[in-house]
């Protein structure tokens, strides 16, 4: 089996599928992509199953060379594809043949681009998932990100179609946005006045922002009580710690954790935060479960409506 030979491996790449799912009871986290519409779009674009194994190119950097006939695609953050030299369009599955140079340039807007090949990357599956998760040395490679040297298996091209997403399909990353939360049952540990400040607030993002989760930065929010016993933790949990600044949990959180918590941000939203470089602006809208639930079935029936183009 033939494949990719990582030149470049970027600031921060990570080989991941759809994510690690039923092993929180032995203290090991999710994974796969931050932004799911993305990585979904990326495999569909190349006729691939849902759940194929790609890269996730964290703000860019990445330099392959191709020792094999495929179709490549990249699709979310703005980072510009070139193939020997001359940019290609996003969102647009490419043909490459061994000996081909795919670079994938730093980024303009947003922070997460998904590098899929046809048929999907060939990893070795950890506990059910090739994910990577850095923080616990599992999935991907050794369970690391990319390094330079690397090899990445797939198979050639065979009879799979490709697909390009028009322009008015695809996503915006903007560096101001407002996401949607649930308030959970902690949340009576919060007065009015402090849940009003929370949803009325302006949050920066800082530089402690990752795949475990991104602190914010403003006003402070406080509770009535500092810590809880330790409990499992849901994907976008809004974490309130001591210093009243608040933290979203994302794919690569921890299992358990002690501090209350004000709510949690819809799936949808946490993909779009996953885009924000530091610096970036957000507020919270408050809406109910109902709510979150037709959300993510409207979102749903959009992407299975969508048609992409079909493309030689």
Same mark, same amino acid.
């Given at each position: 089996?033939? !494949?990719?030979?990582?030149?470049?491996?970027g600031?921060?790449?990570?080989?991941?599928?759809?994510?690690?799912?039923?092993?929180?009871?032995?203290?090991?986290?999710?994974?796969?992509?931050?932004?799911?519409?993305?990585?979904?779009?990326?495999? &569909?674009?190349?006729?691939?199953?849902?759940?194929?194994?790609?890269?996730?190119?964290?703000?860019?950097?990445?330099?392959?060379?191709?020792?094999?006939?495929?179709?490549?695609?990249?699709?979310?953050?703005?980072?510009?594809?070139?193939?020997? !030299?001359?940019?290609?369009? &996003?969102?647009?599955?490419?043909?490459?043949?061994?000996?081909?140079r795919?670079?994938? +340039?730093?980024?303009?807007?947003?922070?997460?681009?998904?590098?899929?090949?046809?048929?999907?990357?060939?990893?070795?599956? @950890?506990?059910?998932?090739?994910?990577?998760?850095?923080?616990?040395?599992? +999935?991907?490679?050794? !369970?690391?990100?990319?390094?330079?040297?690397?090899?990445?298996?797939?198979?050639?091209? /065979?009879?799979?179609?490709?697909?390009?997403?028009?322009?008015?399909?695809?996503?915006?990353?903007?560096? *101001?946005?407002?996401? &949607?939360?649930?308030?959970?049952?902690?949340?009576?540990?919060?007065? *009015?006045?402090?849940?009003r400040?929370?949803? @009325?607030?302006?949050y920066?993002v800082?530089?402690?922002?990752? &795949?475990?989760?991104?602190?914010?930065?403003?006003?402070?929010?406080?509770? /009535?009580?500092? +810590?809880i016993?330790?409990? +499992?933790?849901?994907? !976008?949990?809004?974490?309130?710690?001591?210093?009243?600044?608040?933290?979203?949990?994302?794919?690569?959180?921890?299992?358990?954790?002690?501090?209350?918590?004000?709510? @949690?941000?819809?799936?949808?939203?946490?993909?779009?935060?996953?885009?924000?470089?530091?610096?970036?602006?957000?507020?919270?809208?408050?809406?109910?479960?109902?709510?979150?639930?037709?959300?993510?079935?409207?979102?749903?029936?959009?992407?299975?409506r969508?048609?992409?183009?079909?493309?030689?």
């Amino acid at each position: 089996m033939s !494949g990719f030979k990582v030149l470049q491996p970027g600031l921060l790449t990570l080989i991941q599928d759809a994510g690690r799912f039923g092993h929180h009871r032995i203290g090991l986290t999710t994974g796969g992509p931050l932004d799911a519409l993305a990585f979904k779009w990326a495999n &569909r674009l190349v006729d691939n199953p849902m759940n194929s194994t790609l890269l996730e190119v964290s703000i860019g950097g990445l330099v392959l060379e191709a020792e094999i006939d495929t179709n490549i695609v990249l699709a979310g953050a703005e980072m510009p594809l070139k193939i020997n !030299g001359i940019e290609q369009d &996003r969102w647009h599955a490419h043909k490459v043949k061994a000996g081909d140079r795919i670079e994938v +340039g730093f980024s303009s807007q947003g922070a997460r681009a998904y590098l899929a090949v046809c048929g999907g990357f060939q990893v070795e599956h @950890s506990f059910s998932s090739s994910a990577t998760v850095t923080r616990e040395g599992i +999935g991907g490679i050794s !369970g690391e990100k990319l390094q330079q040297g690397d090899y990445l298996k797939c198979q050639p091209r /065979s009879d799979q179609k490709a697909y390009r997403l028009p322009e008015q399909h695809r996503p915006d990353y903007f560096d *101001d946005i407002t996401l &949607r939360v649930i308030t959970g049952y902690q949340q009576h540990a919060f007065s *009015d006045y402090q849940k009003r400040l929370f949803f @009325s607030s302006e949050y920066k993002v800082t530089d402690r922002a990752d &795949r475990m989760g991104y602190r914010l930065e403003g006003p402070e929010v406080k509770p /009535s009580f500092d +810590g809880i016993l330790s409990e +499992g933790i849901c994907h !976008g949990a809004i974490q309130i710690p001591a210093d009243g600044q608040p933290i979203v949990l994302l794919n690569d959180r921890q299992t358990i954790g002690g501090y209350p918590k004000i709510g @949690s941000m819809i799936a949808l939203d946490t993909a779009r935060m996953a885009q924000l470089l530091p610096g970036s602006r957000i507020s919270f809208e408050e809406i109910t479960i109902d709510d979150a639930h037709n959300l993510h079935c409207l979102a749903h029936v959009l992407f299975e409506r969508t048609k992409p183009e079909q493309v030689d």
